[in-house]
């Protein structure tokens, strides 16, 4: 089956999603490409130790910086991207 699009954006973190939602009442066919799974609601998945300390949902995937060496960037590859990840551990509210 062929599906097409007007518009489709890789990724489905805050930058995909806010696109897709600023371009949404344009009334053009939005598809929203994802490498990653949903994040199923599992115990590790509210547990910030199991998150940040542990990196149960961190990729193992290495970068080449500039200068040669290869480096864990410490990504997550799912719905919602880095973004799901980081938006509530690193944000202070004030009071
Ligand atoms: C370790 C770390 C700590 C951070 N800490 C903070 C912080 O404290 N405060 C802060 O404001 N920001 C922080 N950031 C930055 C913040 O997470 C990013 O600026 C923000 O999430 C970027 O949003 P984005 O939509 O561009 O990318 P992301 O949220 O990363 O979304 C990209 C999406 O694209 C998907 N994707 C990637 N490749 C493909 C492909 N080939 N095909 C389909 N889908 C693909 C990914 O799975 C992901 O869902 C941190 C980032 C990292 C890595």
Known sequence: MTQTADIV????GVGGASLAHSL???GLRIV???RGERLKDTPEARDDVAIFQK???RSSEEW???D???FLPGNYYYVGGNSKFFRGGH???PS
Do not use: N
């Not at 954006?9 to 489905?12: F, K, M």
């Open 32 to 34: 929203i490409l994802e």
């Open 9 to 12: 954006i890789i990724g489905s």
């Open 24 to 26: 949404a009442p344009s």
């Open 55 to 57: 990196g149960f949902y």
């Open 64 to 66: 080449l910086g500039t």
């Open 91 to 93: 944000v202070s509210l």
């Open 68 to 70: 040669g060496e290869s």
